[in-house]
Structures are given as C-alpha cells and as structure tokens.
C-alpha cells in the first residue's frame, strides 16, 4: 500500500485506505478535504492517528471498534489531562513537543512510544477480549503520558516512568479490572499498575504529588524527592502504604 504524506499549514494527507487527522488541543472543526482524509486546523499541538495495519484480523477490528478519529481525539484529550495532572497550564511548563502521532502496527506486544510517536500493536487488539475501545483508550492514555512526563533525564527508573503512565491511566478512569488491589506489589518501584496504585497513595497524602514529582524530574531524578516533597523517605512511605492495606 503506497502512503503519500504532504505536510501542508498542518495537514496530513494519506491516500489508500488510511486517514490522518490533525486538530489543535481545543479539537476544532474537523472538515473532509479529500477522499479518506480528515483534516483540522492545527494549534500549539497536532494530533495525528494512521491505521497502517487495516488489511489485518486486528487492524480490520481497529477501524471497526475504535477508528482513526476517535483516537485522534483520544490523543488530544489524553494530553490535556496529563497538563492538568502534572499541573502544567502554560506550554512553558510542558516537554516542547508539537505533534503526537499514533500508526496502528502489525506488531507483537501492547504498545510502546518512541519520542512522540505511539505505536499499538494490530494484533493487541485482534486477540482482546472484552470492551476494546475502552482498553485501547486506557493504553493510548498510558503511552502519551510518556510523550509528556519527564524522565529525569534519564536517570528514573523505568519501573517508576511506567508507574507515572499508569498513575495517568488509573486517574483518568481506565484502569482495567484485572490491575492489583492497593497495597499489592513486592516493591514501590516494580512498575506499572503497582507503583501506579502506590503513587495514587502518595498522592492522597499531598495532593498535587504526582505533580511535584514530575516537575522535579525535569532535570535529573534522586528518590530523595519522595522525602523533599512528603518528608519520609520512598522506603518509610512503602511500608505505610503495605501497612494501611494490609500488605
């Protein structure tokens, strides 16, 4: 399948069965402009989704249950609630990122991101079982918080950097029912939903935490913020946490 892609005042074009949509933050008008393209002016920030996979078992059920355009929104709304989660008004505060894309891949595993491109994984979809626009949403919500968080340039641990993703997943309300109970997990740090549900805690201790964490780790990482910002250390906080469940 050839793919032609002309950048043009933000546009995106893409002939053979794929459409790119574009919109700013405030998901203006969406206007069709040529055959199986959608386009909409663009902002600050454009948002662009391609099912690249359409030909395949998962990529059929793509466009089927989930499709180009609600991702795209799902992109630009995932994104705003991650400035409103990291307390993040002004694009002064934000990583500079001016486009978020998602491709639909016939690829093996969830989905991963790679500086600000999201890629999930046709056959995902094909095999799940259940609600998979929703689940796909949870997983795009996940991806583009690692689009906009900061790593502490390099220096966090990625069982913390995924537990953050989560942390935006579980906030914006699509946590799946098979994640762990609070107070579950082995360590505070092990990642995903654990450190997901162990950053939810913090949180309630000092609303605004999660913020302040990632503000922190725009230019290094030390677990000595935990401690800077609640005045116990991440292991002390590890175990009133495992205490108050039970763990």
Not at 101 to 114: N, R
Not at 131 to 142: N, P, S
Request: with cysteine; hydrophobic share 40%.
């Amino acid at each position: 399948m050839a793919v032609d892609l002309v950048e043009d005042d933000f546009r995106l074009r893409v002939h053979d069965s794929q459409a790119v949509l574009s919109s700013d933050v405030a998901d203006g008008p969406i206007t069709p402009w040529a055959d199986n393209t959608v386009a909409a002016r663009a902002g600050a920030v454009t948002f662009s989704a391609t099912n690249a996979a359409s030909s395949t078992v998962g990529g059929k059920r793509f466009g089927r249950d989930v499709g180009v355009a609600y991702s795209r929104r799902v992109l630009s709304d995932a994104a705003s609630f991650c400035w409103n989660t990291f307390n993040q008004p002004s694009p002064a505060d934000r990583k500079p990122v001016d486009a978020v894309t998602l491709v639909v891949e016939d690829i093996g595993g969830v989905a991963f991101t790679s500086a600000n491109g999201v890629h999930l994984s046709a056959q995902y979809v094909g095999n799940y079982s259940g609600d998979v626009k929703t689940e796909a949403t949870g997983v795009l919500y996940h991806e583009v918080t690692h689009v906009w968080q900061w790593d502490g340039q390099g220096q966090a641990n990625g069982g913390l950097i995924e537990g953050v993703a989560d942390y935006v997943r579980l906030k914006a309300g699509y946590a799946p029912g098979h994640w762990v109970k609070p107070g579950q997990g082995d360590r505070w740090d092990q990642g995903y939903d654990i450190t997901a549900r162990f950053l939810d805690y913090c949180d309630s201790l000092k609303p605004g935490f999660v913020a302040l964490l990632n503000a922190k780790m725009k230019d290094g990482y030390s677990d000595d913020f935990f401690a800077q910002i609640l005045g116990k250390n991440v292991q002390r906080l590890w175990q009133d946490y495992k205490a108050k469940y039970g763990g």
